[in-house]
């Protein structure tokens, strides 16, 4: 009996389009506006935001074998082990930076509904993501001649790791992007419902503020 | 499987008191405090230790950034749908 009249009371609450009718022909006075409860986010973007935590603790399980090696050696790159060719490097993290800016630059631009500059600065990110793993891979190869490989020495385990694990991410990134583009063009997202454009910019942007790391723990220390 | 218990601690604490030092499993409890390779033990168990928080902190910051998003989406549909009370109101002001 009181599920019933409860269930009632639930049927009879004015909506709020009735709630806001004006009355002009007397009658009580409308009721106070009613608050959409609307959550405060997505459950893919609060997905993603934990998927995020995960792989940034997993990152931090690798800097803290790093470290453990680096800050145990005196001397750093052990002998007979080619150094890393910094200058290039630091070229490479400009251009993934770069990335970043077009990245939220696109976010920008489907908040204004400009579905052309969306699209074109998806495009520009893609390209610079992928000019960052093509420069990344001509380092490796020359790495490689010069004899720096997984098993020469823990420093080439290390650096394999740490940077292949990135470059991975990195890969990643850049296949979500792709599939993110294409649907751009498709049309499919708008200001309002733009959560697959969201999450994957929360990604790219997490492993482009990953490289800096990276880069100053690996190349440069 | 509770009348095991007090058989499997005593079990345990035997193990525990009877095995030799060399297999202790503590990473750290070798060297010098002022060998390197302890320091670079050290340095990790800061790092990582720090992390968890620094991770945490990224993640209720990003909550209360959406929270604060969501509040100023809804006052400004609010602001934009207030001219029906004013409506109702001008029936009472007698113009």
Request: glycine share 8%; aromatic share 12%; with cysteine.
């Amino acid at each position: 009996m009181a599920q019933s009249s409860t269930a009632r009371k639930l049927d009879d609450a004015p909506t709020i389009h009735e709630a806001r009718k004006p009355a002009f022909g007397g009658g009580d006075p409308p009721q106070p506006p009613v608050r959409p409860n609307a959550p405060i986010a997505s459950n893919v973007w609060l997905a993603v935001l934990m998927f995020l935590g995960a792989e940034a603790m997993f990152f931090a399980g690798l800097i803290g074998a790093f470290l453990v090696f680096r800050v145990g050696s005196q001397v750093w790159p052990p002998p007979f082990q080619p150094r890393l060719p910094t200058a290039l490097t630091a070229v490479n993290t400009i251009i993934l930076l770069a990335s970043a800016v077009t990245m939220r630059l696109g976010l920008r631009a489907n908040q204004r509904g400009e579905r052309d500059r969306l699209i074109q600065r998806l495009s520009w990110t893609a390209v610079l993501g992928a000019i960052f793993l093509l420069i990344q891979g001509y380092e490796w190869l020359q790495l490689l001649h010069f004899g720096l490989t997984v098993s020469s020495s823990v420093y080439g385990s290390l650096f394999y790791t740490i940077i292949g694990f990135h470059a991975a991410h990195v890969l990643g990134a850049l296949i979500w992007l792709v599939i993110v583009w294409s649907k751009a063009r498709q049309g499919r997202y708008t200001q309002q419902h733009y959560v697959g454009l969201q999450t994957c910019a929360m990604y790219w942007v997490f492993v482009v503020a990953l490289w800096p790391l990276l880069y100053g723990l690996v190349y440069l220390y | 499987m509770i009348k095991k218990i007090p058989v499997t601690l005593i079990a345990m604490g035997f193990t525990l008191l009877t095995k030799p030092a060399v297999t202790w499993a503590c990473s750290v409890c070798f060297g010098d405090a002022d060998d390197s390779i302890t320091a670079g033990f050290n340095a990790s168990v800061l790092f990582l230790m720090a992390t968890p928080y620094t991770v945490m902190g990224f993640i209720a910051g990003g909550l209360i950034w959406a929270y604060r998003r969501t509040k100023r989406q809804r006052e400004r549909m609010e602001s934009a749908q207030s001219i029906a009370p004013l409506a109702w109101n001008q029936e009472d002001s007698g113009r």
